[in-house]
């Protein structure tokens, strides 16, 4: 799939050199010591740290939250609810967050999300009752988006070769949080009022992270997403000012840029999610539906893994944990071996889709079929690998052929999909287990097949002109 279709901001952010003319050789070092090279860089990483302290106060908690619930007296059903409605509210929220940030800007609507989330695990930390409890759970529902929005801002920043390697890295430090979050938060429970100590730090780790976002040298660099994010697309006079200095002058005109009366921050929330519709049923359908096939497979796989391997080879939870925290050191490493990977296949994020699910599908089908525990930790060595790489190119692919102009309503929609494979996989887990230990896993791999089968049938038209199709509207 060709990815070079649409301009290459991150060129003029010195994220990546810009491509040489025909027959002109590219000089040595172009870019490199450019300061917006350094300004847009350390940006970045100032992105990975907001990723990995999210992801690090949210596994001290979330390890904790059945344990506390049933604590509070609420009945398995009652603590079954109040835990599905974070799924549900993510559901309906991720796709409207993530288009809002890109009608109000990154900046306003990141600090929002964290400031928000944190008021949630604040709440948490005071609950002592089902009820608080529950309306703690509500504003992290709607809002705990801070890695959708992220994203986002990362594809606005990078050119779009570089970009499946920036988010790939960027998921390697937000998992390294949730492995050392649930280290810290199982020794803090052990405290007197562990849990509720373990909750107030996870909302300082949030206040930490809005004032991060807050430090940001938002002005230094130039984002591919404005105020009115779609209308870049139709006119690109406000391509050379900043994401703040759009907002100032959106608000001192109160007009847009095609000289249209400005409208409400909701209004274009609606309008662009009626464009959006249009393109996804049109051209994105079989992304959306990969990526919903693949992620249901995954969840199937780990729905059980603890009891599947005690029924199947008399494994201890303990021994199965530690195979846990192993893949998910693996998957963490796994962005780092993305650079070479897309080099090899020279940046086609769909043809690495293509192989990484072929690779899920075979791991997961000898996994089904193992015998023995060598071949459940070589299936889960690899695992890890393929899953990590394969999230990453669907993310990629949905920018490329959705227009990063609108990432933050695409990357929602993804998140909303994932959403309803939580509410769809353990219906399915629990149906096949019924069957078989190795029932969820088998489920598992022939929903992977019928993923690959639509990538193989759809492939000629995801490296068509689509890419461009939402900034034409």
């Known amino acids: 799939m060709e990815l070079g279709r649409r301009r290459d901001l991150g060129s003029a952010l010195g994220l990546a050199p810009a491509p040489a003319k025909p027959g002109q050789e590219p000089r040595p070092g172009a870019g490199a010591g450019a300061p917006g090279a350094v300004r847009a860089r350390r940006f970045v990483l100032c992105l990975y740290l907001v990723g990995f302290l999210d992801l690090f106060g949210v596994s001290m908690v979330v390890p904790l ?7 509070l007296g609420a009945s398995p059903t009652v603590a079954g609810v109040v835990g599905s409605s974070y799924g549900i509210l993510q559901l309906f929220s991720s796709a409207v967050v993530g288009c809002w940030s890109d009608v109000v800007g990154r900046r306003s609507s990141l600090l929002a999300c964290i400031l928000l989330s944190a008021l949630g695990y604040l709440i948490l930390g005071a609950s002592t009752s089902v009820f608080l409890f529950a309306l703690a759970r509500v504003p992290v529902g709607i809002f705990k988006h801070t890695l959708s929005i992220s994203r986002a801002l990362l594809s606005d920043l990078v050119a779009e070769k570089e970009r499946p390697l920036v988010i790939g890295r960027f998921n390697t430090a937000s998992s390294v949080g949730f492995i050392l979050g649930p280290m810290v938060g199982g020794y803090l429970t052990e405290l007197d009022g562990g849990f509720y100590l373990t ?4 909302f300082s780790v949030f206040i930490l992270n809005a004032g991060l976002v807050w430090l940001f040298p938002w002005s230094e660099v130039k984002l591919n997403s404005t105020k009115n994010g779609l209308l870049l697309g139709k006119s690109h006079a ?5 994401d703040c200095e759009v907002q100032e002058a959106a608000t001192r005109h109160g007009t847009t840029v095609s000289g249209k009366p400005a409208r409400l921050p909701w209004m274009e929330v609606v309008s662009t999610l009626r464009d959006m519709k249009s393109l996804i049923v049109s051209e994105m359908w079989d992304i959306f539906l990969v990526r919903l096939l693949m992620g249901v497979a995954v ?4 729905s059980n893994f603890v009891l599947a391997l005690e029924e199947r080879f008399g494994v201890r939870p303990k021994t199965t944990g530690y195979l846990i925290s192993y ?4 998957g963490a490493l796994a962005g780092f071996t993305l650079g070479p990977i897309l080099r090899l296949y020279k940046h086609n994020s769909h043809t690495v889709l293509l192989h990484s699910s072929v690779l899920t599908f075979t791991l997961l089908l000898l996994y089904s079929t193992a015998h023995t525990m060598g071949i459940v930790v070589f299936s889960s060595t690899l695992l890890s690998f393929s899953t990590a790489i394969g999230r990453t190119c669907i993310t990629d692919l949905q920018l490329t052929v959705g227009g990063a102009q609108a990432s933050g309503t695409l990357i929602g929609m993804g998140q909303s999909v994932t959403a309803v494979g939580r509410v769809i996989a353990p219906l399915l887990s629990g149906v096949a287990q019924e069957v078989s230990p190795c029932g969820p896993p088998s489920l598992g791999a022939a929903l992977a097949l019928m993923a690959i089968i639509v990538m193989s049938v759809s492939r000629p038209r995801c490296g068509g002109d689509g890419s461009d199709k939402l900034k034409s509207e």
């Open 65 to 71: 939250l059945s344990l506390h619930v049933k604590s």
């Open 199 to 202: 909750a107030f730090i996870c």
């Open 238 to 242: 406000l391509l050379g000012k900043t």
């Open 299 to 302: 969840m199937l796989y780990y």
């Open 327 to 330: 893949s998910s050191a693996l």
